[in-house]
């Protein structure tokens, strides 16, 4: 048994390493690393960073990968109270580098493989911060080939208070990062059961970046449950489908990208026993995938929507809700929590009388204006209908691009539908389509997909092209990768 759990999120940590060194912390490929050895990480990294120059208060940039050392880093930074800067490893490496050149921290901390990518090391040191590599071992810390920081030189800081700065994705504005305080991550111990890991059963199976908001508070909830946490280097079915059957969870949550491809993948029914709910969230959920997993596995499907600037979600399904309307508002991200409030605002981008653009508040907060259109029923369900800047407007006319998804992803071979507006000379923009097929029914081609919209809509929202791919371009959250698909169908007129 260990001591009574204190109430600062650094001191669980510290606790959890002192008293507990021997429990996992972290499970990987069948492999456990304990607490033990995150302290050991910890210490190797603020003696590092000490002889280094960096000062306790300076902010340390962190390449974030789902692997043992930079999840044991980012704990370990963390309890030591130093802000950490979350860098996205799924960057291309010139992004990176531009990346990190903006970045208000004294030092950065990546795993030895991130070291090796293209320039980076070489911008770093330009920069004039200090580099730092984590080897697989937790002892192996080891700094860059460079010179200590002066007294003279600037601190490299964030905000007093601020804990950690996270990559948004752009619901309320363009991406940046955004500021979580020590007093949200102290505040989430109120929202979960606080166990002792040598009592306690469970593990927390991560299936999301711990760079975005959801995959680093659903972190900081596993420490503050004891829980060890289960992580994938990259999000793959099968392996973890296998997490799934062999810890049991009641609760299981993926992006809604992957529900598709779970059902596709006809895992058996029997993997999935014990299990009663599965949460959802970050991206469009298509309903008919939500359907089909629902009826597979009898598993509730609590679909959520939130962004990083609100700390995670502030509408979502609820168990209860499932149970009475699932056959009636499957498509809807569910309802405002408990202290939030939602409206619409007029938009001239609407394409619907009921529709506007979703603003937010939170515990009596100002209200936020986010960049997605949406409606309100009347019980109260919120319905995300795209994005203020996915509505395309073709010589006058407004095409939600989510409407002519739908009518894409309504053909039997259809797996994924990602439409765009592209430029057009004479019309402004017009929409295109990238889709992937599933199955193997009669075969299918971009002409055939596109009647088939015109058989559904008015002939003004059917793509001027729609391109068959293998796999849809996505990021970290496995949301499409926009722009990426707009440039590939930019030649299309």
């Known amino acids: ?25 972290i499970e990987f490929e069948g492999q456990a690393t304990t607490w033990g050895d995150v302290s050991a990480r910890m210490d190797g990294l603020q003696s590092t960073l000490l002889a280094w120059g960096v000062g306790a208060s300076d902010a340390v940039g962190l390449v974030v990968r789902e692997r043992p050392p930079a999840v044991g880093a980012l704990l370990a930074l963390l309890a030591l109270g130093r802000p950490v800067v979350l860098i996205q490893s799924l960057a291309s490496d010139t992004e990176l580098c531009a990346d990190v050149r903006r ?64 990559p948004t994705s752009g619901t309320t504005g363009a991406p940046r990062r955004h500021p979580v305080t020590n007093e949200t991550l102290d505040r989430a111990r109120a929202d979960v059961t606080v166990r002792d890991p040598t009592q306690t059963r469970g593990v927390t199976i991560n299936a ?51 529900i598709a491809a779970i059902v596709d993948r006809d895992l058996p029914r029997e993997w999935f026993d014990g299990v009663r709910w599965l949460a959802t969230g970050s991206a469009p959920l298509d309903p008919a995938a939500a359907r089909r997993f629902a009826d597979r596995y009898g598993i509730g499907v609590l679909n959520a929507y939130g962004a990083t600037e609100f700390g ?26 408990p202290g939030v409030e939602v409206r619409l605002a007029p938009a001239d981008t609407a394409p619907d009388a009921d529709a506007g653009v979703l603003e937010v508040s939170r515990d009596g907060g100002p209200w936020t204006r986010t ?11 919120v319905w995300i209908l795209d994005r203020v800047d996915d509505v395309i407007v073709r010589g006058g006319f407004k ?30 923009s017009v929409p295109a389509a990238m889709v992937t097929l599933r199955g193997d029914g009669v075969p299918v081609t971009g002409e055939d997909l596109r009647a088939h919209v015109r058989s559904r809509l008015a002939p ?34």
Not at 1 to 21: K, S, W, Y
Not at 104 to 120: I, S
Not at 250 to 257: D, E, F, L, W
Not at 467 to 486: C, L, Q, S, T
């Open 1 to 25: 048994m260990i001591g009574d759990a204190p109430t600062r999120f650094r001191d669980r940590v510290a606790q959890l390493c002192a008293e507990c060194p021997d429990a996992p912390a």
């Open 103 to 166: 970045l208000p921290v004294a030092a950065v901390v990546a795993e030895t493989r991130d070291w090796a990518r293209d320039g980076f090391a070489a911008c770093v040191r330009a920069a004039a911060m200090v580099g730092i590599s984590l080897g697989d071992a937790p002892a192996d810390v080891e700094p860059l080939p460079g010179r200590a920081r002066t007294a003279e030189e600037p601190r490299a800081g964030v905000a007093r208070g601020v804990a950690a700065l996270v």
């Open 208 to 258: 999301v970046p711990l760079s975005s908001i959801g995959g680093f508070m659903g972190l900081v909830a596993t420490v503050w449950r004891g829980r060890p946490i289960a992580v994938m280097d990259r999000f793959d079915v099968d392996r973890w489908a296998a997490l799934v059957r062999e810890h049991r969870p009641r609760r299981i949550g993926v992006p809604p990208a992957a």
């Open 312 to 337: 995670g979600p502030v509408v979502s399904w609820r168990e209860d809700d499932w149970e009475r309307w699932n056959t009636t508002k499957l498509g809807s991200v569910g309802r405002p929590l």
């Open 371 to 381: 960049n997605d259109l949406a409606r309100i029923d009347a019980d109260g369900f």
């Open 399 to 428: 095409i939600r691009a989510g409407e002519v998804e739908d009518a894409l992803v309504d053909h039997e071979r259809v797996g994924e539908a990602v439409v765009v507006g592209i430029p057009d000379r004479r019309l402004g």
């Open 460 to 493: 003004y929202k059917v793509p001027v092209v729609v391109r068959i791919v293998d796999e849809i371009p996505r990021n970290a959250m496995m949301k499409p990768r926009r722009a990426e698909i707009r440039e590939a169908l930019g030649g299309a007129t």
